[in-house]
């Protein structure tokens, strides 16, 4: 499935309470592939696998947060640049 997202339209898609599972980049594309994300629609939710892929990225200044825990709404964990991502979690 393809779904290209326009600024303006409410999204059917939706990326919260989603965990990224894999980060990769390659020839300008920069992927994340979650272990599912939620839809909604007539009122039923449901999850489905996902991949979302932002084109022609410069990933120069691209930080990733590596979360530990979360303490009421407090980021607990670590930046990192992305070749040490790939390096760790890949």
Do not use: W
């Not at 965990?19 to 300008?28: E, H, L």
């Not at 994300?37 to 979302?52: D, L, R």
Request: net charge negative; glycine share 6%.
């Amino acid at each position: 499935m393809k779904t290209t997202k326009s600024f303006g339209e409410y999204p059917k898609y939706s990326l919260h309470d989603a965990r990224v599972q894999k980060i990769a980049y390659g020839d300008g594309n920069l992927t994340f592939i979650f272990d599912y994300i939620f839809s909604y629609e007539n009122g039923v939710e449901q999850t489905h696998k996902a991949k979302i892929v932002f084109e022609k990225c410069d990933v120069d200044d691209l930080e990733i947060l590596v979360f530990n825990s979360t303490i009421l709404d407090a980021f607990t964990g670590k930046r990192i640049e992305l070749p040490q991502y790939q390096q760790e979690y890949s």
